[in-house]
């Protein structure tokens, strides 16, 4: 299948004016960008800036609300990924779309097998072309090869391979090189200028700034939803691209710190912590009554490590899959499942409320009460009313808006679902909270009274340590900063100290030499 | 790196004949039946054991296609009585209806599978909820068609064919040789065959492969439905009449044939060649113990505890690599630590 | 009908201030199923006179009980997200054990029973293990224990059937005190045991927490494994309880005393609000489905359709079921 070639420089694909929401969170506001034949295009942004939802709305995966896209001059709105492949947009990203138990070849022409005179699959020109493009990309495995049994680099491969075999007049590659090697990445660079100077239009998203400018002709910045800048990579620099990355509006106001007198042992103290794939020798130490951000980011491996100290590592490893080791008020202790977790004082507010928070279906006040089901209970029957007490305790405390106790979780506002999960852990007194992402999909006005909550918290004594996505939270709530990158702990700051762009600068590699100063002890 | 081509050469073998092992097993039964138990190295033996295989067979063929898919069909035992009772009776003797009864049958036996796929693929509910209920309202219209008695009867040029031998193999065995090619064919040649894995791979990556999972999941159940009224007409040709019953265990005879042979109930791995094999083994097993004289009670016991041991070992191996993948992986990023230099 | 009968009791505790009440009403939180018995009702009454004759009724009541047990214990499997289809064999088994070790003697009945109890735990534990610490597919793994069962009961009796039960014991299913049949009261405080454990103890709810979400259940400190086995011990226990149940109403018994049990209380569980993947219904809804099935099943026998019409009704209940299930999803 070969496709004529624009020339270079006449635009492929014109973006204009798209939006698209998800609830309360805008995606994208207005964006419009232009991709043009023999360019690679850098898109860059924070975690949630809008670059994957946008190359997304592109492929075919999702459809904007608003705006048009133009490709090859012409309206397109396409129905699926494999609408859009077959015009000629090639969408390659992380999550893998091959199918484990198939082989490479089999994965390679899926859906659309060539065939034999006699109706058969033709299986060897599956197994010379797959080949082919197998040794184009620098992959070692074979066309037979089943793809389960492949290592996670050389699926990666696979799946660039199937992509570019057929032959896209705009590319799109989603943090291609996380996971491969060296070698496959300097192969993949050159592919990619191979392409470029054939008058493929290439778009491409990375975390790493320095292959950006090593690769890209053009960058545009994405912040909030909003293009903040496009430019030629000629004509910027790393610390400029930064600064248009960081600056997220937030009108939420934070609470005032207080400065709470450190008690000399840490609540929890964690040494050398490691999981195989996630995070290595993580070190740090938390006190009563602060709150420590955990920036970095997405993949850094940050929700890995607080859901491992809460003893519920990614499936399928387990608590004993930790290496290193954790102590709570100065007592060594293997927590060898959430149970236990809990039994230590220890809360977790995770990532997705909706699949990991709450039982949507049940009332608020089961919901509320479930971590203390047993406590509440007497010889195995559960003191009701003492459960209600509890639970219109917590929502009058936390004001979650609610016609009653009663209704399912459901029913209640992204804000108020998240203070349901919230006061599941106030509810129960936890010396340690540890809170991924809990702003997320929550307005305004909740997140300010999140903000005065965790607070609150950490003045009476809570040690809080919380992940977040969003730098100027980080800087408004915390007492002190961790950055995270690749799964190591890569530096420490304070917020007054520091500002959005050293952090970025930290989580994306670009700052090496501000290392913790102080190794907790 | 280059690899030893005996590689490919196992994994062309298991494309068209199923796992290794399986036939392992297979010839160690021979082996072990043939030194231990008497009468079963007679030729007359391995004959009986071959004709009495190939109803078993060509229903598990079908039901490999919907395991393949990542469903179930508890339906072919009710299906097999269907197209027995049903072929019987419209031929009821006469050489002349023979080819239009069977036909008859079969597109009988694909329409009710049909109807069990478009419920399972369209309301995306458990297949074997559905096939379960499917084969109670089957065996119901079998019992109204034939007052719950025997019925109809094959042409005389069918009678006995169930038990004939052409040469030394069995006419059966001869018979089924076509209808394993062409599933093999399907399985292993075509476009549908390959999205059948796929379906029972993943069905939301096949989905965005442009496949329609709709239609695969569709085919599946109407191929197995078909094939279990087949065997209905296939059996008959041993029973020498139509029976309400005749189809009574095939559904987890067929099951368990299937997952011996190596096809994952998860669906997307395995094949027809390894569920020949499975058949093999089921009809050795029971092959022994009535040689043996031990009761077909025991048997029911014995499939049960095979069952279990498939279900433990592929949770155990799922598991397994699930975890191995994990451990393997590299720290997020790490291997492309250094950016390339300029150029 | 979105909301389960803890949000209901949840609030009612809450509205008065805490004065948990037990309101019937609010458990049998299908509605729906109710209604259709009405209808069945009324539909059975236009087209038999007999229908609402007393003993017509009463035997209705009686015949159901065997089935409502084994469907509440299905229903709680079902609510953890789980299946058990070896339900039907496992009632086949206690039925011909119960028969051969009883016999005819009232000193035997207390060990007897607490035998077929002690094998349904068995049972329930081996279901259960395998599931929740392997993940094995519940329906295979009970299918394989469905064919162990039936195997195991074929090798008991060899096939023959057995002997007639001792008088004393079969009052628990023919006897009756007042006119009210002793089977139902029985059934009532069964009931009445079941509803209370699931509603109001640590256990029962988190039968719920587990079924509607796992890994929430799991990261808010509820065991998962210990849940989900419970699940499967209760519904084999529940089972055994059946089948006594069920020998002792029939008298003697042979190899079909289960057959297609497990697809009958399915389906009455899939009508009265259980939600396959779990999380839904209590143990109200599946008693009127077994009501609603056996009135049917009645209403065959009285216009003098012929036996294999039952089949369709069943295959029927459990399309019907499926359909009812896949639009309770799309809400």
């Known amino acids: ?521 | ?343 | 009908m979105a909301s389960s009968s803890a949000v209901r009791d949840w609030g009612n505790a809450l509205r008065r201030g805490g004065t948990a009440r037990v309101r019937l009403g609010q458990e049998l939180e299908t509605y729906g199923v109710w209604f259709a018995l009405a209808a069945l009702v009324v539909v059975s009454t236009l087209v038999s006179p007999e229908f609402l004759h007393t003993t017509n009724l009463l035997n209705i009541l009686r015949q159901s009980v065997p089935l409502a047990i084994v469907a509440m214990g299905e229903a709680l499997v079902i609510l953890v997200g789980g299946f058990d289809v070896s339900v039907g064999n496992l009632v086949t088994l206690t039925a011909v054990i119960t028969a051969r070790v009883m016999a005819d003697s009232n000193a035997r009945i207390l060990p007897t029973v607490l035998l077929v109890l002690a094998i349904g735990a068995l049972v329930g534990l081996t279901n259960g293990l395998l599931v929740a610490k392997l993940r094995t597919d519940p329906f295979v793994t009970t299918l394989a224990m469905m064919l162990v069962l039936q195997g195991a009961a074929y090798v008991y009796t060899q096939g023959s059937p057995a002997n007639d039960l001792t008088h004393g014991f079969r009052q628990i299913s023919v006897g009756d005190v007042g006119g009210v049949p002793i089977s139902v009261l029985c059934f009532l405080g069964i009931f009445a045991l079941v509803w209370f454990v699931l509603n109001r103890t640590v256990p029962g709810r988190r039968l719920y927490a587990v079924g509607t979400n796992r890994r929430v259940a799991h990261l808010s400190g509820q065991p998962l494994t210990r849940t989900i086995v419970s699940a499967y011990v209760a519904c084999s226990v529940l089972t055994v309880v059946g089948g006594l149940f069920l020998v002792a109403w029939i008298g003697t018994t042979d190899m079909s005393a289960g057959s297609g049990w497990a697809l009958q209380a399915i389906a009455a569980a899939l009508i009265g609000g259980a939600a396959i993947g779990g999380g839904r219904g209590g143990v109200g809804g599946p008693v009127g489905g077994v009501l609603v099935l056996t009135t049917i099943l009645n209403l065959v026998d009285l216009v003098a359709l012929p036996n294999y019409a039952k089949l369709l009704v069943e295959g029927g209940a459990v399309i019907a079921g499926v359909a009812l299930y896949s639009q309770r999803r799309k809400e």
């Open chain 1, 1 to 521: 299948m070969s496709t004529t070639l624009t020339a270079t420089g006449t635009p492929v694909l014109e973006a204009s004016r798209i939006g698209k929401r998800f609830g309360f969170t805008v995606a994208l506001d207005e964006v419009s960008a232009t991709f043009r034949a023999g360019e690679i295009h850098a898109l860059l942004g924070e975690n949630g800036a809008g670059k994957t939802t946008l190359t997304r709305i592109i492929a075919g995966v999702e459809s904007a609300d608003t705006g048009e896209l133009r490709f090859a001059g012409e309206r397109v709105d396409f129905a699926s990924p494999a609408a859009a492949l077959a015009q000629g947009i090639g969408l390659i990203h992380q999550e893998l779309s091959l199918i484990p138990s198939l082989s490479v070849g089999a994965n390679v022409f899926l859906g659309r097998e060539p065939r034999t005179t006699r109706g058969s699959v033709d299986d060897r020109a599956i197994h010379r072309q797959t080949s082919a493009i197998l040794r184009y990309v620098g992959a070692s495995c074979r066309s037979g090869d089943v793809v389960e049994s492949l290592p996670l680099a050389q699926q990666q491969l696979v799946e660039i391979a199937r992509i570019l075999d057929r032959r896209p007049r705009l590319l799109i590659m989603d943090e291609p090189t996380a996971s491969l090697s060296r070698e496959n990445v300097a192969r993949l660079f050159e592919i990619m200028r191979e392409l470029r100077d054939s008058g493929v239009a290439i778009v491409y998203i990375s975390h790493e700034i320095q292959e950006v400018f090593a690769i890209a002709d053009r960058v545009t910045v994405l912040r909030d939803g909003r293009v903040t800048m496009t430019k030629p990579i000629s004509e910027t620099k790393a610390d400029e691209v930064v600064r248009m990355m960081v600056g997220r509006e937030l009108e939420a106001l934070f609470p005032p710190r207080k400065q709470v007198a450190r008690s000399p042992q840490p609540v929890l103290e964690v040494a050398g912590l490691s999981l195989p794939g996630h995070f290595e020798d993580v070190s740090f130490s938390l006190y009563a009554g602060e709150v420590v951000g955990l920036a970095g980011l997405v993949g850094a491996g940050r929700s890995e490590l607080v859901q491992s100290l809460f003893g519920a590592p990614p499936s399928p490893l387990t608590p004993r899959d930790l290496g290193g080791s954790v102590s709570v008020h100065g007592r060594r202790v293997t927590i060898s499942s959430p149970r236990e977790a809990i039994a230590q004082g220890i809360g977790l507010v995770p990532e997705d409320r909706k699949t990991e928070g709450l039982l949507l279906t049940l009332a608020l006040a089961e919901n509320i009460t479930l971590p203390q089901l047993a406590e509440l209970a007497r010889y195995g029957v559960v003191d009701r009313a003492r459960g209600a007490r509890l639970a219109a305790e917590q929502i009058a405390r936390l004001r979650i808006v609610t016609p009653s106790a009663a209704v399912p979780v459901r029913s209640l506002s992204g804000g108020n679902q998240q203070k349901v999960v919230l006061a599941k852990w106030l509810a129960k007194r936890c010396s340690i909270l540890l809170l991924d992402e809990p702003t997320r999909g929550v307005d305004i006005g909740a997140k300010t009274e999140i903000y005065a909550f965790v607070r609150e918290l950490a003045e009476n004594g809570t040690a809080v340590l919380f992940i977040s996505s969003s730098l100027p939270e980080i800087l408004g709530l915390s007492d002190r900063i961790l950055v995270m990158r690749r799964g190591r702990i890569e530096a420490e700051h304070e917020p007054d100290t520091t500002s959005e762009e050293r952090l970025l600068s930290a989580a994306l590699g670009l700052a090496r030499e501000e290392r913790p100063e102080h190794a907790e002890a």
């Open chain 2, 1 to 343: 790196m280059p690899r030893p081509d005996s590689r490919s050469a196992v994994s062309a073998f298991q494309r068209w004949a199923g796992p290794v092992w399986v036939w392992t097993v297979v010839g160690a039964m021979v082996v072990a039946g043939s030194l231990g138990v008497a009468d079963f190295a007679l030729l007359s033996n391995f004959q009986a054991v071959g004709q009495a295989a190939v109803p078993l067979a060509v229903v598990a063929i079908g039901e490999t296609f919907v395991i393949l898919t990542g469903g179930i069909d508890i339906s072919v035992a009710a299906m097999l009585s269907l197209g027995n009772t049903l072929s019987m009776g419209l031929m009821a003797g006469h050489e002349g209806r023979v080819w239009f009864a069977i036909l008859l049958t079969v597109l009988a036996g694909l329409a009710a599978g049909a109807t069990s796929g478009l419920i399972v693929a369209k309301l995306r509910v458990p297949s074997f909820i559905v096939t379960l209920g499917a084969a109670n309202i089957v065996q119901g219209i079998v019992f109204a068609y034939t007052k719950q008695g025997t019925y109809g009867s094959p042409a005389p040029s069918l009678v006995n064919l169930g038990y004939a031998n052409w040469g030394p193999f069995p006419a059966l065995v001869i018979l089924l040789l076509p209808l394993l090619a062409v599933a093999l064919w399907v399985q292993n040649r075509t476009r549908a065959g390959r999205h059948v894995y796929a379906t029972g791979g993943d069905p939301a990556i096949a989905r965005l492969a442009g496949i329609s999972v709709t239609r695969v999941r569709i085919a599946a159940f109407a191929a197995s439905g078909g094939l279990a009224a087949l065997a209905g007409v296939v059996i008959s040709m041993r029973l020498g009449s139509g029976e309400p019953l005749a189809g009574t265990g095939f559904d987890w005879d067929a099951v368990t044939a299937v997952v011996i042979g190596g096809t994952a109930l998860r669906g997307g791995k395995g094949g027809v060649g390894g569920t020949i094999g499975g058949v093999l083994i089921v009809a050795m097993i029971n092959d022994f113990m009535n040689l043996q004289g031990i009761s077909t009670f025991w048997q029911t016991v014995a499939k049960g505890i095979v069952i279990f041991a498939a279900v433990i070992a592929g949770a155990g191996t799922e598991l397994l690599t699930r975890r191995r993948r994990q451990l393997l992986r590299h720290l997020p990023g790490s291997a492309a630590r250094e950016a390339p230099a300029h150029g």
